[in-house]
């Protein structure tokens, strides 16, 4: 089955293609199609951002569209950036690698022990024959003071996986793609797939 990844981001193609390859899906971004859209995320929860952006790609392509939305929620921060991970700081002119800064900036004064923080995902994949299939995912940690690894984007360079002993930026591809947020949403989806009848039982 032919699906829209309803994202212009190629390292999120690369980690859910890892995975939905599995089911038979044949995963494409969207720019591949010829779409060029950015959906305002007028949502307040990854869940319905995630809908946002897959009933828009859905419409767009007339295929079945799957989006990701995903963040990092920080418990001394109240959750935040959350839904904004991707735009903390609100501001423009900030990279991955600024915006993680601003991040290690904002909790300088939170204290060991105290730094829990989790990588949330939701994936969402909109049919057009009006099928919604959404799975959530979490994998739970804490924030270091200071980046390590070089693998990984976004802020995995300071996330800290207790299991695994290291940072998600310090993973093998391989490792990440067994325990992340989105592979733990997309074993939810898998199984819902399934339930579905969109993958073999």
Not at 23 to 51: A, K, R
Not at 60 to 67: M, N, R, T
């Amino acid at each position: 089955m032919k699906v829209v990844l309803a994202s212009k981001n190629p390292h999120k193609l690369v980690e859910i293609d890892a995975i939905t390859r599995k089911l038979g899906i044949e995963l494409i971004l969207q720019s591949e199609l010829g779409i060029d859209i950015d959906v305002e995320e007028t949502g307040t929860t990854f869940e319905e951002n995630s809908l946002l952006k897959a009933e828009a790609v859905m419409k767009a392509s007339g295929l079945p569209a799957l989006a990701d939305d995903s963040g990092i929620a920080v418990d001394a921060l109240n959750g935040e950036p959350g839904i904004y991970s991707a735009r903390y700081g609100f501001d423009e002119t900030l990279d991955d690698w600024g915006r993680l800064l601003l991040l290690l900036k904002n909790t300088e004064h939170v204290p060991d022990g105290q730094r829990q923080a989790q990588f949330v995902c939701v994936i969402t994949m909109v049919t057009p024959d009006g099928q919604t299939i959404q799975a959530r995912g979490e994998i739970h940690g804490e924030l270091l003071r200071e980046a390590r690894g070089e693998n990984g984007f976004g802020y995995d360079p300071i996330f800290y996986y207790p299991p695994a002993g290291m940072t998600t930026a310090e993973m093998s591809a391989e490792d990440k793609n067994q325990v992340s947020h989105r592979a733990n949403a997309l074993k939810v989806f898998y199984d819902k797939m399934k339930e579905a009848g969109y993958a073999d039982k």
